[in-house]
């Protein structure tokens, strides 16, 4: 008896496991009508998303702009790619982060994680050309994946 009840328990374990594997790489989505990966949250969640998205989206305006400056401001410059790094991810809901597919995760992560090495460059004393090859490098990422996801909350869609 108790050795069905070892092996029922390890079996659960095991279909538990592998579910939550399947659902952290493939997250909750759907296939959407334009061809994107859709991405189902509820509306907060859809909101704090695109928040951080904007947020991404002004750091790299304020450091395209520094750079173009004649005596760019470097502390000002670092400074916003810092508050975007992995500081600003380690702020992310966790049922938030399940919801999405990995390769979105994976993305998101590596722009964070090259904002934090933007602004060491930064501080290093990079040339503003180099800081826009790297913000180009990132900014690829960031068609790459709006081209491949949309987020779906039962609202309108923009």
Request: charged share 20%; aromatic share 6%.
């Amino acid at each position: 008896m108790k050795s069905r009840l070892c092996v029922a328990a390890v079996g659960l374990w095991v279909l538990s496991a592998a579910a939550g594997g399947w659902f952290f790489v493939k997250g909750w989505t759907t296939q959407g009508a334009d061809g994107r990966t859709e991405i189902l949250l509820a509306a907060s969640e859809r909101d704090q998303i695109l928040g951080e998205m904007r947020q991404l989206l002004k750091s790299v305006d304020a450091l395209i702009r520094a750079a173009g400056d004649s005596q760019p401001d470097r502390t000002a410059m670092a400074q916003a790619a810092r508050a975007v790094g992995m500081s600003m991810a380690a702020d992310t809901n966790p049922a938030i982060m399940a919801k999405l597919p990995l390769p979105f995760k994976q993305m998101g992560m590596s722009i964070h994680k090259d904002m934090d090495a933007l602004a060491d460059a930064i501080v290093q004393n990079e040339t503003p050309q180099q800081v826009l090859q790297r913000l180009a490098s990132m900014t690829a990422r960031c068609t790459t994946c709006h081209d491949l996801y949309r987020f779906s909350s039962g609202r309108s869609r923009d």
